[in-house]
């Protein structure tokens, strides 16, 4: 099993920043790509950023040139600066793993538990 541990969320004005972080502590998996979704009251889950092993990263439209992500592969995290929060930033944040989870190159996928970001106006 794989648990990933949220930390970085809160109350921001509008045009502030937050960081937040995402880590696997004591994972002996291998992780492919990483990735950080949100969720806003009444709507889907959407995607914002996701980054591979390799470093390779993709941006939705609506948060590019202001959020960036990031990982540390040996410390097995994954982190989201996220500049210029909007109002409508507001919303759980969840990072996401794409697990390697045996021999047979088996890929799972795993979610934090969210952390809130609240951007006021």
């Known amino acids: 099993q794989v648990q990933l541990v949220e930390s970085g969320g809160g109350l921001v004005q509008s045009g502030g920043s937050l960081r937040l972080s995402c880590a696997a502590p004591?994972?002996?998996?291998?992780?492919?790509?990483m990735g950080w979704y949100r969720q806003a009251p009444g709507k889907q889950r959407e995607v914002l950023a996701q980054?591979?092993?390799?470093?390779?990263?993709m941006y939705a439209d609506y948060v590019k040139g202001r959020f960036t992500i990031s990982r540390d592969n040996a410390k097995t995290t994954v982190e989201l600066q996220m500049n210029s929060l909007k109002p409508e930033d507001t919303a759980v944040y969840f990072c996401?793993?794409?697990?390697?989870?045996?021999?047979?190159?088996?890929?799972?996928?795993?979610w934090g538990q969210g952390t809130q970001v609240t951007v006021s106006s």
């Open positions: 996401n793993a794409r697990v390697v989870i045996n021999v047979e190159g088996e890929i799972r996928d795993y």
């Open positions: 004591r994972s002996i998996f291998r992780f492919d790509a």
């Open positions: 980054i591979s092993s390799s470093g390779d990263s």
